[in-house]
């Protein structure tokens, strides 16, 4: 089944307002950059997003914050977005923080079919309000349900007509686990190839979880913190 579409524009055409995607990436990298900006510019809201951060002020999750497209956000990181600092301390968006480890567990478990897990990570903290708690040699875990989303934006740096993909070093981060993880995976690639072109061992996201696929005209390499040395 060949499952190129032609754009990011057709690619998410079909979203509907209220839906919950999850965005691959860490910091700027990895980053579903095509498929962000062509929900930016249909105009979808009331999204819950799910990210491991909340991009900067006009790249990644960024424009979609300062457009008011997004409900709710679920993230370990925030920190670099102002926009986003704004709109939580005036209470105007709903934040879920989860711990980095939790968070990438929470997805893997959607995934794998799995009900919920015991951690430590966040026992007698505000993390465990409202969630179950057992000892287990000693120690206090709490327990955590699976991530689910209606669809996942995925980055890739090659991927074939069928789906499977292939990620770059630190470009693959969430996206692996968010593929499994959502009813729908859309993804966007920087090389589209023919099938039988990846190495089969070598494949990082089997086609069978990816619905959509798309190639990005071009991608750019960002800075996140641009740090300068004087003298």
Not at 163 to 173: D, E, I, M, Q, S
Request: hydrophobic share 40%; net charge positive; charged share 25%.
């Amino acid at each position: 089944m060949d499952k190129v579409l032609a754009s990011a524009d057709e690619a998410v055409a079909a979203i509907p307002d209220g839906a919950s995607i999850m965005m691959g990436g860490f910091g700027l990298c990895g980053i579903p950059e095509h498929l962000i900006a062509a929900l930016h510019r249909r105009g979808t809201k009331n999204l819950t997003v799910i990210s491991n951060n909340a991009g900067i002020d006009e790249f990644g999750v960024g424009p979609l914050l300062r457009a008011r497209q997004i409900r709710k956000m679920i993230a370990t990181y925030v920190g670099e977005n102002k926009e986003f600092e704004r709109q939580f301390l005036q209470k105007e968006i709903e934040v879920e923080l989860v711990p980095q480890g939790t968070f990438s567990e929470r997805m893997r478990a959607a995934g794998a079919g799995i009900g919920g897990f015991f951690t430590p990570t966040g026992a007698g903290t505000l993390v465990a309000e409202g969630k179950d708690s057992r000892m287990i040699d000693g120690r206090t875990y709490i327990l955590e349900a699976p991530l689910h989303a209606d669809f996942a934006f995925v980055k890739a740096w090659k991927g074939d007509r069928k789906g499977n993909l292939v990620y770059r070093k630190t470009a693959r981060n969430f996206n692996p686990v968010m593929a499994t993880a959502a009813r729908h995976t859309i993804a966007e690639v920087e090389q589209l190839v023919e099938p039988g072109q990846l190495e089969p061992d070598g494949v990082h996201t089997p086609g069978i979880y990816v619905q959509r696929i798309i190639q990005g005209p071009s991608y750019g390499k960002r800075v996140e913190t641009r740090t300068l040395r004087h003298g």
